[in-house]
């Protein structure tokens, strides 16, 4: 085993507590859910960017390349001042929902650099101007602008040009579970001499200011000198921690160390008294403002900051070190042991990445994305702490206004979360999102399948699932549909522990197992209206990928029989029926109910295809396609022809199963066979279970053989959904075709949209109706990865549509792969399509290699769109890059699916 494995089993049998301290901190606290106390739910102005240095947060911290322990109550991040800002640069700026011309955004340059499951070793950089950072021209720019029109950046504002900005890197490195050493680097990118203030920060989430009962922790100065200064925490569950700081290494002179309480200042934000002069921006305050009275005299306090004073040279590097650790009594905090630590801890990360990607033969260009991918996941880490029903009744001093009851997540008190959770972004989108979560642990689970489990398990557990079955969506409403892919999600992660690690982990499946059964039973329940096996669910987290509004009362009255919503519920089936499969062979009592999800998917396969009546079918086969069937309220049935992925969804409904599995489960085997025979009906609509396919595999499928076939000639015609750079959320087709529905004296359409949305359709942020997302496509490559497992080579296509080159399905899977992964990888004039025509990420050294992986992706051209960080399910190409490099080269025919 390499180190970090063997930190990662000291942790796994609980020796050593390897994932008490990581980067768990948010990057942005402010304008959340839980942090509004508003009557009427308007987070983002309840509390604002212009509040948080000022106002002291109930339920998380935020910070710049920040860490904290497991349960966020010591924080430590930096703090930076270029002598220009009008504030301290303390947390990251970005547009609100309302102030973005396309909804909310960052309007920052950060970078996630590395990062290792136990955050033995962790990097990451900001980018920060030398001149006065631009807050306003952001804000009134971007408000000028509309849904027509590109949003304002911060490089298109100049404070970049000439290379008038400082690097810094921050890095860590653990001596041991509770020792950890804090490097951090500045360097001026400019052609002057610049002064730069540096400021590393520790200070206590304030949990104290909401239960008088709390005992408040105190951070204090032990020792103060030219060469090293030395705090003391302390906090009644966490224990005692000493922070050591470098002395004047690098600075004009030692460190100034400034003390205030993590407090609200009710004065500036209130106008009233503070029961103290110290409060949360006493340190801004001091050094921006020259207010000497703003910190406290006798260096003690909640927050402190050490405020270095570095005059740094065109080109030149300074370094900061610190060192935040259990132990009161090291003699050279910053010896020798230092250095060689951090050497260790970047060697080891180095061996342990080596060893996952080891089947793989990737360029150092493939292995520069898929190691800043990883550390991306890692880095999107996050405490998230929220108790509904302690948030619905207030707080002394944020008492709940009644209207607040109504708002949302009433329905959701028993929801105790607790935990750190994978984040879809943590600053646009710094709170867990169901569906996102899924994605997330698939390249999690190659690194670290413990945590990949951890999540799912926490996710089903009864202080997050409802008493129902509905798992959480997302805190901005809980009650939010989106689509059921966590048993995929679940065996999947089984999969990949058992092939990399040797583990198999029934237990775990078998316990994620029986909790989604439940949660499959509330689909059944709520989402088929007319117990037809055909299912709504609404808007299902393709935001406007729809004709209309998908989660609300449709203008034509009725209901949307969806072919997205029944195609999940497909796919939900098949997995619950694999992992049953998985289980029975030591449980009989699992062939039961494997029995039960094969029988249900056909009565889904059967609906899908023709409801008992082809004219209502979801299927049309004049245009070998499927839609959304909108069942008007006089019984009418009108298909809404929109080419768009919700077409291409039922692909992902496909299972095969092995010979050997039959042989092990003659239960299952015979009412399976009871039932092809006894109910020719729904057979004849998916793929005959009784005809054998390659190696004796067996085939479950919605879409088999001529249904497939004619998709795929629309989903791989690049003048259709096929773009250079993956399959598009809606077909280029409608470029031309705009679908159009006309009601009540409206229209409402559906063009083909490549970049950001042209509308105000669930805010505005998120775009479905062209751009290429990574999470369906990451499952149409599983889903035609799984049709050539059962129809092997000889059943072949052509790809692209019209080119007379022919593929087999794994050989397509393979282009798409190739395809999506070219977005972040320099082609041959060295361009990384991901930065569109930026000439700064595109030819500056200093930028070219730093990846974004970002929300969504420009239908024609790859250019990266929404949430910048959104490593989250936009990191699967970790886990593509890796399946290209191991199987690339070798004989297509041979290669098993979905490894």
């Known amino acids: 085993m390499t180190p970090e494995e063997t930190r990662l089993q000291e942790d796994r049998d609980r020796k050593a507590h390897w994932r008490r301290w990581g980067s768990y901190l948010s990057e942005r606290q402010w304008g959340t859910v839980r942090e509004d106390y508003s009557p009427d739910g308007s987070a983002w102005d309840y509390f604002t960017h212009d509040q948080a240095r000022s106002r002291a947060y109930r339920w998380g911290e935020d910070g710049i390349g920040g860490i904290s322990d497991n349960h966020q109550r010591l924080c430590f991040a930096i703090a930076l001042w270029n002598g220009e800002d009008p504030i301290l640069k303390e947390r990251l700026f ?23 499951p136990t955050h033995s070793y962790m990097k990451c950089l900001y980018k920060y101007p030398q001149q006065a950072f631009p807050y306003a021209q952001l804000v009134e720019e971007n408000k000028c602008r509309g849904y027509q029109d590109r949003e304002f950046e911060l490089l298109d504002t100049g404070v970049f040009d000439s290379d008038a900005y400082f690097d810094i890197f921050v890095e860590y490195a653990k001596a041991s579970p509770e020792d950890i050493l804090i490097q951090i680097s500045a360097i001026n990118r400019g052609t002057e001499e610049k002064t730069l203030h540096l400021l590393p920060t520790l200070w206590f989430r304030n949990t104290w200011s909401w239960n008088n009962s709390e005992d408040k922790p105190k951070i204090k100065k032990l020792k103060s000198d030219d060469n090293l200064s030395i705090l003391e925490a302390t906090e009644a569950t966490l224990g005692e921690r000493w922070l050591y700081c470098e002395g004047n290494q690098g600075a004009e002179t030692p460190p100034l160390l400034l003390f205030t309480e993590n407090e609200t200042n009710q004065e500036r934000l209130f106008g009233v008294n503070n029961p103290s002069p110290y ?58 042991d230092f250095d060689t630590a951090f050497q260790n801890r970047k060697r080891e990360a180095d061996e342990f990445y080596e060893k996952v990607t080891s089947p793989c033969s990737l360029t150092e260009d493939r292995q520069n994305v898929q190691r800043q991918a990883f550390a991306g996941m890692l880095w999107n880490k996050q405490y998230y702490y929220y108790v509904v029903e302690e948030w619905l009744k207030g707080d002394p001093i944020h008492p709940s206004p009644k209207s607040r009851q109504n708002i949302r997540n009433s329905e959701w008190i028993h929801l105790f979360n607790d935990d750190i959770i994978s984040m879809p972004d943590k600053w646009e989108y710094p709170w867990f999102a169901a569906w996102d979560l899924a994605f997330h642990v698939i390249p999690l689970a190659t690194i670290d399948p413990d945590f990949a489990k951890r999540q799912l398990d926490r996710l089903t557990r009864e202080w997050y699932m409802h008493p129902n079955g509905q798992l959480p969506a997302y805190e901005w409403d809980f009650s939010d549909g989106n689509p059921p892919v966590h048993a995929w999600a679940t065996f999947r992660i089984y999969k990949i522990e058992q092939k990399m690690y040797g583990r198999t982990d029934k237990k775990f499946l078998e316990r994620v197992f029986q909790k989604l059964l439940l949660n499959f039973t509330w689909w059944v329940n709520r989402k088929d209206i007319g117990g037809k096996n055909v299912f709504q669910g609404g808007f299902l987290g393709m935001d406007n990928i729809g004709v209309f509004d998908r989660n609300v009362e449709l203008p034509t009255g009725g209901n949307l029989e969806q072919s997205d919503g029944t195609s999940w519920m497909g796919m939900y089936c098949l997995n619950m029926l694999a992992i049953a499969l998985e289980l029975a062979p030591e449980n009989s009592a699992y062939e039961d109910i494997a029995s039960k999800f094969f029988e249900h998917f056909l009565y889904i396969a059967d609906a899908m295809n023709c409801m008992g009546d082809a004219e209502t079918s979801l299927w049309d086969e004049a245009d070998g396609f499927y839609y959304d069937m909108l069942h008007l309220p006089d019984g009418r049935y009108l298909p809404l022809k929109v080419r768009s992925m919700v077409g291409l969804i039922p692909l992902l409904a496909v299972a095969t199963i092995e010979p050997e599995m039959l042989e092990k489960l003659p239960g299952f085997q015979q009412r399976m066979q009871w039932f092809i025979q006894n109910r020719p009906n729904l057979k004849q609509n998916v793929a005959c279970m009784e005809t054998p396919g390659v190696g004796a595999r067996r085939l479950l499928a919605i879409a088999y053989r001529d249904k497939l076939r004619r998709i795929l000639e629309k989903m791989l015609d690049e003048n259709e959904f096929l773009s250079s750079y993956g399959i598009r959320s809606v077909s280029k087709f409608h470029a031309n075709n705009p679908y159009i529905f006309r009601v009540n004296g409206e229209e409402y359409r559906v063009d083909y949209e490549p970049a950001e949305s042209r509308s105000g359709l669930f805010g505005g942020n998120s775009n479905w109706r062209g751009p290429i997302w990574f999470p369906i496509n990451y499952l149409i490559i599983e889903a035609l990865q799984k049709f050539h497992y059962y129809l092997g080579d000889d059943f072949q296509v052509e790809c692209p549509t019209g080119s007379g080159q022919m593929m087999n399905l794994w050989e397509v899977a393979t282009e798409l792969s190739q395809r999506l992964t070219r977005i972040f990888l320099q082609d041959e004039s060295g361009k990384r399509p991901v930065y569109g025509d930026s000439e700064t990420f595109q030819n500056n050294p200093h930028w070219r290699d730093l990846i974004l992986f970002y929300e969504y992706f420009h239908g024609d051209n790859g250019a990266g769109l929404g949430a910048s960080h959104q490593t989250g399910w936009t990191g699967v190409v970790a886990k593509l890059i890796q399946q290209c490099g191991e199987y690339g080269g070798q004989n297509q025919a041979s290669k098993p699916a979905q490894k």
């Not at 547009?95 to 990062?115: A, Q, S």
């Not at 305050?285 to 065109?314: C, E």
């Open 94 to 116: 970005g547009l609100t929902g309302k102030e973005g011309n396309h909804g909310e955004d960052v309007k920052e340059y950060y970078f996630y650099l590395d990062n290792t």
């Open 279 to 336: 409060v949360k921006d006493g340190i801004n305050n001091y050094i921006v403002s020259g207010q000497k009275d703003a910190v406290n005299p006798n260096q003690t306090g909640t927050k402190f900051a050490a405020n270095y004073r570095l005059r740094i040279a065109a080109g030149e590097t300074k370094v900061i070190r610190l060192r935040l650790t259990d132990s009161p009594d090291f003699a050279e905090p910053f010896g020798a």
